[in-house]
């Protein structure tokens, strides 16, 4: 619905755009959209986009997409969910939103994080978007797994599973508090069976960082899981060079691990 003045702040064609956008219900709206709904001609349209950016109707994501904002979201314009972005630079499906992101998403910590992180396998940049702090971090393509899919406004996002992003939480522990707290959390959603342990150790076993898969194996052995359950992540570190989780010498050789437990907290 436009409001009544309209008239004074758009000229026709704005107000024929957004008009027609905002029975659409459309939340992001590219070059190609605005070409075929209104059958502008390519420096008219630019002309368009120019204004309706200075107005905050089109706030931009990339080159020739925009994030619409209806008149009746106020001067500030409406936001956009964040999920909404990464999808729109990684048609090809290789991304997926995590680390503390998803750390909050699945309750692994109350803290609200600022940063969106998209892991990905072509780009590294830090960007706001549409008000929004994204961090793009690019990953070898053995490090895109574990991957699931988020219903956002009719559109899919890829995010990393439940199971993927504990592995992640000891990966990335910086945002938690560093890896004592990690590893607390990561044992109280285990020992809670708030996520499926044989996907865990599935993922984990695929995991390219070893020490990572070797914490992990000492953290579930602890929790007293069995043998034959862990036995993928044991297949993955058997013939592994003996490595330590702190960097010490000192310790107690583990030897169904390879590692030298120099860590309280494994």
Request: glycine letters at 6%; hydrophobic letters at 40%; charged letters at 25%.
């Amino acid at each position: 619905m436009i409001l009544k003045n309209t008239s004074k702040t758009l000229g026709p064609i704005e107000t024929n755009i957004v008009a027609r956008l905002t029975y659409e219900k459309k939340l992001i709206v590219t070059a190609e959209d605005l070409d075929q709904l209104f059958k502008l001609a390519p420096e008219d349209r630019k002309q368009v986009v120019f204004r309706l950016k200075r107005k905050k109707i089109l706030n931009p994501i990339k080159r020739g997409v925009y994030a619409f904002s209806p008149l009746e979201a106020g001067p500030e314009g409406t936001g956009i969910d964040e999920l909404l972005i990464p999808p729109l630079f990684f048609p090809k499906k290789n991304y997926y939103v995590g680390y503390s992101t998803m750390f909050n998403y699945y309750g692994f910590s109350e803290q609200l994080f600022q940063t969106v992180y998209v892991l990905n396998t072509t780009l590294r940049m830090e960007r706001i978007i549409c008000g929004i702090s994204y961090k793009f971090i690019r990953i070898p393509e053995s490090r895109i797994y574990g991957q699931e899919i988020i219903k956002v406004k009719n559109t899919d996002a890829l995010v990393s599973s439940k199971e993927r992003t504990l592995i992640d939480l000891l990966y990335f522990n910086k945002p938690v508090g560093g890896i004592d707290s990690a590893v607390q959390i990561f044992k109280q959603v285990v020992e809670e069976k708030k996520c499926d342990v044989k996907k865990l150790i599935q993922c984990a076993a695929r995991f390219p960082n070893i020490t990572t898969r070797k914490r992990i194996g000492l953290i579930l052995d602890d929790l007293r899981i069995a043998e034959t359950t862990l036995s993928p992540l044991i297949k993955s570190v058997a013939k592994t060079a003996l490595s330590s989780l702190t960097g010490s010498r000192k310790g107690t050789l583990n030897k169904k691990w390879r590692v030298i437990v120099n860590d309280p907290q494994k």
